[in-house]
C-alpha cells in the first residue's frame, strides 16, 4: 500500500461543493456539501456506489458538468487559486495543461474521424505552441512511454483499429502530454479484462511516480485503491462518509458504509459456494433518489446501526483521529436537522 500523506501544502482544496441537476422531475442534489484536499504527487481513491456523487464531483473539477448540472455553491481552490470563479475562457487554459482526465470508456473520448497523432497532437500545439512536426515526436515519445508498440505507425492510426487496452494506453499518454499537476481518472478499467486491468493501473502507479504528479482515482472497486491510493474519500449520495489514509480505511473502517463496503470485497482464502460457511456480503436496499433523498444520514435506510436520531440529523464530517474524519452519529458528535 502507497505511504501516507506527506508534509507539502496542498495542490487541491474543494470546500462545501455543492452541484445539482434542474430536472423535469425535480431538482437533483448529486454532490450535496463535499470536502477533500489533495497534496502534490499524492493519490486519492473516491470511492463509493454509482450514483454516489464521485464522477461529478471530479467533472466539477474542470467545470464539464453537463446541463441541467449547475455548481451552486462551494470552492475548488487548486494551486491557491479558485477554479469556482475562474471564466470559461481562463477553464480552456487550464483542462489539459494543469488538470487533465482519463475517461471511463475510451472509446467515447477519442474522436473517431482523426487519427491519433492529430488528436494529440492538436493539444500540444494549443497549449504549448509547438509545431506540428515537434508536437508529433512528443506524441510518439509518449505513446512509446505509455507501452504502445511501433509508436511512429500508431500515430497514423485510427481509435477504430485498437483494442481497447490501446485505447486506454493512447488516453493515458494524452492526459500527460502537457505533464499536468494532477491528472483525474474515472473508472479508467471499468471496461478492460482483468489482465489488462492490471498492466493499466501498474502503468498509472509508475507515471505518477514519473511525472511526480497527483491523481484522483475514481472508482467502485475498493481493491483498487487498495493498490493505489494514498487517502480515500468514501461518498454516498452525494455526500462524504469516511475520509482517511488508506491503511486506516482498511484497517480501521469507521462509518458502516465504508464497512459495507470492504465486506463486498472477494477474498482469495475463502470459497464463495453453496456449501461452505463464508458467503459475499451484498449492501441492502439501493442508493436513493437525490431528488428526494432520505432525511437525516442518507444511508440510514440501509444502515444495519442505525438509530431513531439517524433519520432526523444530518451528521457532518468529525474528526475521530488525526486526518481521519467520518460523517456517522454513532461516534457521538453533532450533525444538523434536516
Not at 21 to 46: C, E, H, N
Not at 105 to 117: D, F
Not at 126 to 140: F, I, P, S, T
Not at 201 to 209: K, M, N, T, V
Amino acid at each position: 500500500m502507497p505511504p501516507t500523506m506527506g508534509k507539502d501544502g496542498p495542490l487541491l482544496d474543494v470546500k462545501d461543493l455543492r452541484v445539482h441537476f434542474y430536472t423535469g422531475s425535480g431538482v437533483v442534489k448529486a454532490v450535496d456539501g463535499v470536502a477533500f484536499g489533495l497534496k502534490p504527487g499524492q493519490t486519492l481513491g473516491l470511492v463509493g456506489e454509482s450514483g454516489s456523487g464521485k464522477t461529478v464531483s471530479s467533472l466539477a473539477l474542470l467545470r464539464l458538468i453537463p446541463r441541467p448540472g449547475k455548481i451552486l455553491s462551494g470552492e475548488i481552490v487548486f494551486e491557491n487559486e479558485d477554479l469556482v470563479r475562474k471564466t470559461e475562457d481562463q477553464m480552456i487554459k487550464i483542462r489539459g495543461k494543469k488538470i487533465a482526465m482519463i475517461f471511463q470508456n475510451p472509446a467515447y473520448s477519442l474522436n473517431p474521424i482523426y487519427s491519433i497523432g492529430d488528436q494529440l497532437g492538436e493539444i500540444l500545439m494549443w497549449h504549448e505552441k509547438l509545431g506540428r512536426k515537434a508536437a508529433m515526436g512528443r506524441v510518439v515519445e509518449l505513446l512509446g512511454l505509455v507501452g504502445i508498440t511501433d509508436p511512429e505507425s500508431r500515430v497514423r492510426q485510427f481509435p477504430h483499429e485498437l483494442s481497447g487496452g490501446m485505447k486506454q494506453r493512447v488516453c493515458i499518454a494524452r492526459a500527460l502530454l502537457c505533464n499536468p499537476a494532477l491528472v483525474l481518472a474515472d473508472e479508467p478499467t471499468t471496461n478492460l479484462d482483468v489482465t489488462v486491468q492490471a498492466q493499466i493501473l501498474d502503468l498509472l502507479s509508475e507515471l505518477r511516480e514519473r511525472f511526480h504528479m497527483a491523481m484522483i482515482l475514481v472508482t467502485h472497486d475498493m481493491g483498487v485503491v487498495a493498490r493505489m491510493a494514498h487517502r480515500i474519500t468514501v461518498m454516498y449520495a452525494g455526500r462524504i462518509c469516511e475520509t482517511a489514509d488508506a491503511t486506516v480505511i482498511f484497517r480501521n473502517p469507521c462509518h458502516p458504509y465504508t464497512k459495507a463496503l470492504l465486506e463486498t470485497i472477494p477474498r482469495a482464502d475463502h470459497s464463495y459456494t453453496r456449501d461452505k460457511t463464508h458467503r459475499l456480503v451484498a449492501i441492502r436496499g439501493r442508493i436513493p433518489n437525490l431528488v428526494d433523498p432520505p432525511s437525516g444520514c442518507r444511508f440510514h435506510p440501509r444502515c444495519p446501526v442505525a438509530k431513531e436520531e439517524c433519520s432526523q440529523i444530518l451528521p457532518e464530517p468529525v474528526p475521530v483521529a488525526d486526518g481521519h474524519l467520518v460523517s456517522c452519529l454513532n461516534y457521538g458528535y453533532p450533525g444538523k436537522a434536516s
